[in-house]
């Protein structure tokens, strides 16, 4: 019932970490980066991604239920992991992934907040301060644009940035304002659906975000060792580091099948959530978590 051939995993990070980046006393750039939610995306992925071990994780995707089916029950990534994983907004307005966008409104956005145009689109903006300030803006979109397309939105073609996310920048005051977390976890959620619907043998979308989840609440099956450098007021991806891991995927669905209540980690975020929670679910329907208690009790 699984393809057992070649399959990949893209990994846009390493084009985040080798991107060359302005000097941190350069203010008026790095505050609205700062200020847009996305800044921590800069120190949250990992170069290295254990393609085997996604792959048996993708494997036991049921688009009915959004859930990996597991032998302890269903789990699933949810919103709690998407913030406090990668401390993206989970709050705001949100974006239709597959909305499409035609050519005229492409070539609109990109001559309006990227100036990417052959002639000088505004002519009367000939005042020096008021130009060096468009100049800026276009410069801090297109950092966050390759940022939120390389880090979140990564597609097949590992090459291609959906210009939909320019919408979401045109005033880079409010950037913050738009739920980066609930589209990432839609885009993904929308990933997994194609993934086990049509058997594909590529897995884009944040490839990473699913290694940092499976780090934080697998312990069988993959093996991980504490990141020292790690501050508890950072993202929570940061705290593991990554391995190459196995080749074959089979070695994966063997330690997946033997998964039992101890090898996961049920409570993780207590010390960075603004709220604790008094009862929470970590699977869906069986299983639920009592306050003070740390492990899960079984209805």
Not at 111 to 127: F, G, K, N, V, Y
Not at 188 to 196: A, K, Q, S
Not at 247 to 272: I, Q
Request: proline share 3%.
């Amino acid at each position: 019932m699984w393809y057992d051939g070649e399959y990949k995993c893209i990994n846009a990070w390493r084009k985040v970490r080798q991107l060359s980046k302005p000097e941190k006393d350069l203010r008026w750039f790095w505050d609205p980066v700062e200020a847009s939610g996305l800044h921590d995306l800069l120190c949250t992925g990992y170069s290295s991604v254990t393609h085997a071990m996604v792959r048996a994780l993708c494997e036991r995707w049921h688009t009915e239920t959004s859930s990996f089916h597991l032998p302890v029950g269903e789990m699933t990534i949810n919103l709690d992991d998407v913030y406090n994983l990668l401390y993206l907004p989970i709050q705001g307005r949100m974006l239709d992934h597959d909305a499409v966008v035609d050519r005229d409104h492409e070539i609109t956005l990109m001559t309006r907040l990227l100036a990417m145009s052959d002639r000088l689109e505004h002519p009367q903006l000939r005042e020096e301060m008021l130009e060096r300030d468009m100049r800026r803006s276009w410069c801090v979109r297109i950092f966050l644009l390759y940022l939120v397309g390389s880090a979140l939105f990564t597609n097949k073609t590992n090459r291609h940035i959906n210009l939909i996310y320019l919408d979401c920048m045109a005033d880079l005051h409010a950037i913050g304002k738009w739920s980066w977390g609930g589209m990432t976890l839609a885009y993904l959620y929308g990933y997994l659906d194609d993934y086990v619907r049509l058997n594909n043998k590529m897995m884009a979308d944040c490839v990473t975000l699913l290694m940092k989840w499976i780090l934080e609440h697998l312990l069988g099956p993959y093996s991980r060792n504490k990141n020292l450098k790690w501050k508890p007021d950072r993202p929570c991806a940061g705290r593991w580091l990554t391995s190459r891991g196995h080749k074959v995927v089979h070695h994966y669905r063997l330690l997946l099948d033997r998964l039992e209540v101890d090898d996961v980690r049920w409570s993780t975020y207590d010390n960075h959530r603004d709220t604790s929670f008094s009862a929470y679910c970590h699977l869906l329907g069986m299983t639920y978590v009592r306050e003070g208690e740390g492990v899960p009790s079984f209805t």
